[in-house]
């Protein structure tokens, strides 16, 4: 049982964006499960991946709730929809002061605008300081930038299946997936009155193959055909198993996902890079993650970013996830993560 849910839109009005440029009328969404105490002494913060929002435990229950990890009985739980997102922060499907929605007009955002906005609604709502920040993906990003920014505010940074910087292969992927987008005739260059569901399905395919491991895949799947029928052996039109999987995952993502947000939001994880950003350590702890079988980020890559932000003088440790989920096991063996953590809270 969750403690009480509140949902805040905060006005910051104008914010400077690290492109240069600055983006008006920016609100922010955040929505806090409990109480906070002394200021933060008690909140996490956990900032979301690429199609997350503020509300975590719709989409991180077995981490946040009772008996987890982060029991709001006696944790505050509190997140923010990210700059440039689609569930209640200023993001692509906004109203510009023009009076028309942003669209493809939306400037590029980093995971620094990201986390500069978050720290400027959380101060505004009374939160100075955050005992732990954790994310995972895009959200171990803006769980390191914290950490990195605003150090001095933060206890503990948890960075799970998470760079310090996007490897040139996921930039790749992310390429396609915008390309994707892109080309669905019914995209208009980011005017669309309707959703380019063709293009955000395909997108979402492209993704999904590196975040589900191939032992997941194989042991799910094989090369049987789709379940729903059809023999892929009579026509190239009849699907396999794994087919259709991609095919319901798309759909279910077209349906609640803004392409304009996708294609920000992806943006902004190609230009993250704290290479070099570890020197002069700040007094808060790090715990890396790395999870077997991720094809996004791999385990031994995290665990050398993690060595060396500990040879840079950081608290830095690293946990090692056993998962068949591969990038995607943060969320969907929640609970098992909670499990390996306890021992750095």
Known sequence: MLESVVDHDVALGDVPLSGGTTLPNVTARVTIYGTPRDGGAN?????????????????????????????????????VNALGGCYGSTGPPSLAPDGRVWGPRFPIVTVEDMVDVQRRALLALGIERLAVV???????????????????????AIVVAAHDHLRAQAIAQNGLAREAIRLDPNFHDGWYDEQPAAGLKLARAIATLTYKSEALFERRFANRPDRAGGDPKKTLDDRFDVDGYLAYQGVRFA??????????????????????????????????VGVTGDQLFFADHIRAVCERWAAAGWDAAFRLMHSDHGHDAFLAEARELGELLRDRL
Request: hydrophobic share 45%; net charge positive; charged share 20%.
């Open 43 to 79: 909140v996490v913060f956990a900032p979301h991946a690429l199609t997350g929002s503020s509300r975590i435990a719709e989409w991180w229950s077995g981490l946040v709730g009772s008996g987890a990890l982060f029991d709001t009985a006696r944790w505050c739980v509190v997140g």
């Open 134 to 156: 954790i994310g995972g993906s895009l959200g171990g990003f803006q769980a390191l930038s914290w950490a990195r920014r605003y150090g001095d505010s933060v206890g503990h």
């Open 255 to 288: 349906a609640r996902m803004d392409a304009n947000t996708y294609r920000i939001l992806t943006r902004a994880m190609d230009l993250f890079d704290l290479r070099g950003a570890e020197a002069n350590p700040e007094r808060t702890r790090l715990t890396f």
